[in-house]
């Protein structure tokens, strides 16, 4: 299997190369030359896999260049019951009929970035280690991003990790959990901005090759494609707990919360190997610019003071990385289209639109994707409903997940939302809502009190540059 570019580079690569490379030359995303196809008889054997096997399984149609051996070794050691709480590593919850939660958050730092980041820092330590290597990792994250790929990192030989966050825009849960590690090989950068700048910071130091090669820079972001690959696996698992009882075949549908659109990039992937995915549900918050491409055919991206504070913080984003994936496969991968949308139109206009397009049509009848809207009260809504209700406390995130899901949902239809966090990373909505503080895991009692380490930033590609190059030797 190799990787292309989605904005037309000449280079084809294998998978450990992209693994530490993040975006391409171009600044294009990498996707593979073809997705694999899974069939009726594959799914069969798969279903009563164990995650870590059925890891294996998956990835071994991506991965080429690390031995089977090796690469099941790898997958056992990270989805384990001692780092995820249970066998079924992301076990299935029923609420109403037909409706069901998949636990993504059971993690060590307690939010879904987990389930791709703890394989990555195995994969990062593995392959460096055989090329005698270190890496310089650069990130961004509005929240849940770089608490997942800190822990995952920490003590890590051959990594360093530098992680852009928005100065005073996470939760308090969320910036204690990163800012109180102490690990020398752990830099925390607040910057004075948005996510969306921490998110072009990453870009632009990415796209600066010489600077890149330099210092070894390598990213932990969703638009690495092995980060993406990893979330695959929990759609598979998913749908066989979903269909254990159902007939050979039967189809269900997924809602997920969406910032930076790789959380349900992941399910378009799994999708398109013949997972039987019905629908692929967009959740977003009050910055809706997803839903409005999804309703339209309008992508517009908004600048900083036009991003909304809200209490879903995660998905507080206006531009959406991995989109350049799905548009890539919505417009017949043609690289020449995506690189004058991605690379030119939106950098001079900030937009594009594809209404008037007929392939704008395939985005739900090809690609199965719909999309809708939560906002602050309807979050608290949800999250009081699903409590009184089923005895469920669910974060913010996938209240707006469940919002949607249920307005989505056709009759009859399975859905399974994806549960993105745990309520207590964010305490303040939970009690607004339910008059209660969410139960806090031992491990973290008192953690908003600890020293922190963190170093705070403009939003300037040069001065990430220069506080890289002032911790590393070239």
Not at 211 to 216: A, I, P, V
Not at 223 to 239: M, P, S
């Amino acid at each position: 299997m190799l990787y292309l570019s989605t904005r037309g580079h000449p280079d084809r690569k294998q998978f450990c190369e992209i693994l530490l490379e993040g975006l391409a030359p171009d600044g294009g995303l990498y996707l593979p030359e073809r997705y694999p196809q899974v069939d009726a008889a594959t799914l069969a054997r798969w279903r009563d896999l164990p995650y870590a096997d059925l890891a294996f399984e998956i990835l071994s149609l991506y991965i080429a260049d690390i031995p089977p051996a090796d690469l099941q070794a790898l997958c056992r050691r990270t989805y384990t019951e001692q780092v995820f709480g249970s066998t079924a590593i992301v076990p299935l919850k029923p609420l109403e009929d037909g409706v069901y939660l998949e636990g993504l958050s059971n993690g060590p730092t307690l939010a879904f970035k987990d389930m791709a980041m703890q394989l990555l820092g195995n994969l990062f330590e593995y392959e460096l280690a055989r090329r005698g290597e270190e890496l310089n990792i650069l990130g961004a994250t509005s929240g849940d991003t770089g608490s997942a790929a800190e822990y995952a990192m920490r003590g890590k030989r051959g990594v360093r990790v530098f992680m852009t966050s928005p100065k005073g825009r996470m939760s308090p849960f969320q910036q204690a959990q990163m800012f109180s590690l102490q690990d020398a090989n752990i830099h925390n950068l607040a910057i004075e901005g948005v996510f969306d700048d921490c998110q072009d910071i990453v870009k632009a130091v990415s796209n600066d090759l010489a600077f890149k090669r330099r210092y070894r820079i390598g990213t932990v972001n969703s638009i690495n494609w092995a980060r993406l690959l990893a979330q695959v696996v929990y759609y598979f698992a998913g749908y066989f707990q979903a269909t254990r009882s159902a007939p050979a075949g039967a189809r269900i549908s997924f809602a997920v919360p969406s910032g930076n659109f790789g959380n349900i990039c992941a399910g378009h992937v799994a999708r398109m190997m013949g997972l039987p995915v019905q629908q692929l549900v967009l959740a977003t918050n009050e910055n809706d610019v997803l839903d409005e491409f999804f309703r339209t055919g309008v992508y517009r991206v908004r600048g900083s003071a036009d991003t909304h504070e809200t209490s879903s913080p995660s998905m507080d984003i206006s531009k959406a990385s991995n989109f350049e994936r799905f548009v890539f496969d919505l417009l017949g991968r043609d690289a020449t289209r995506l690189r004058e949308l991605f690379g030119e139109q939106l950098a001079r206009t900030g937009r594009f639109d594809l209404s008037a397009d007929p392939a704008f049509r395939q985005a739900r009848e090809r690609f199965g994707f719909t999309s809708g809207k939560s906002t602050h009260a309807d979050r608290l809504a949800t999250i009081r409903d699903t409590y009184q209700r089923f005895g469920v406390m669910i974060d913010t995130h996938t209240a707006d997940g469940l919002k949607v899901a249920r307005e989505r949902r056709r009759a009859g239809e399975t859905m399974i939302v994806l549960e993105t966090a745990l309520p207590i990373k964010f305490a303040a909505t939970i009690v607004e809502a339910l008059g209660r503080e969410p139960q806090r895991p031992a491990r973290f009692e008192g953690i908003e009190g600890l020293p922190r380490r963190v170093t705070v930033l403009p939003a300037s590609a040069q001065a990430v540059k220069d506080f890289i190059a002032s911790h590393c030797e070239p």
